[in-house]
């Protein structure tokens, strides 16, 4: 089973910041939290992942609570573009290698104009 | 680099018939993955592998197959199609960082 919970959509204002919540109250010492997306029927997308600092690349940030327990991708200015399905997945390190990748249902984010 | 390339895009089986869905990834990766999303649905894993000769199965592995015989490929057999798996078909691949998925192979079984 997914060990992460999402809201089921959202809207976001073009230009605006988005802020997708996840909640992974079950999470371990050894598990780190991803971001993927789904934009309509492509492939998903890797956006980004952490352990427990906070994250920023070239297309979000994640803002990881201190007791691990939730995080927030945050988009900074939502362009209709950003329109797709958001993932938020726990991934573990077992022995030399990553364990397998569940996702969950995700939240449908949808940027207005 | 290509990244994670699948053969073919698109496939029409009749029910019963068997086939070999293909993989392939460039980037050296060990962890390889199947997954199948149904229409207005999630993903869902069907076999995994952590290197050449180890797979695994995820949630829904019935009715298919997997072997990892080199770093590089991940074949996906079906061995006897059925119209409930009509879906399109994601694999992926990965290191410490991210997971890099392929553009998928749309099957439809009648």
């Known amino acids: 089973d997914a060990k992460t919970t999402q809201p089921t959509s959202m809207d976001c204002a073009e230009g605006r910041a988005a802020n997708l919540p996840c909640n992974h109250s079950?999470?371990?010492?050894?598990?780190?939290v991803y971001w993927y997306r789904q934009i309509h029927s492509q492939g998903p997308q890797y956006i980004i992942h952490?352990?427990?600092n906070n994250e920023t690349n070239e297309m979000a940030s994640l803002i990881i609570t201190e007791d691990r327990k939730s995080s927030t991708l945050i988009l900074p200015h939502a362009t209709l573009r950003d329109t797709a399905v958001y993932y938020c997945i726990v991934r573990s390190y077992v022995g030399t290698s990553y364990d397998k990748v569940i996702f969950g249902p995700g939240t449908s984010l949808s940027v207005i104009p | 680099n290509a990244g994670v390339t699948q053969t073919p895009k698109f496939q029409v089986l009749k029910t019963g018939q068997s086939m070999t869905l293909q993989c392939a990834q460039d980037m050296n990766h060990e962890y390889m993955s199947w997954y199948r999303q149904d229409p207005g649905m999630g993903l869902r894993l069907i076999h995994y592998s952590v290197g050449a000769g180890i797979t695994d199965q995820g949630e829904v592995p019935n009715g298919y197959n997997v072997s990892r015989s080199t770093t590089e490929d991940f074949p996906l057999r079906l061995l006897s199609a059925a119209p409930s798996q009509t879906s399109v078909y994601f694999c992926?691949?990965?290191?410490?960082?991210?997971?890099?998925f392929g553009p998928g192979t749309r099957l439809t079984v009648t």
């Open positions: 079950t999470i371990s010492g050894n598990e780190y």
């Open positions: 992926a691949s990965s290191t410490e960082g991210s997971q890099y």
């Open positions: 952490g352990l427990k």
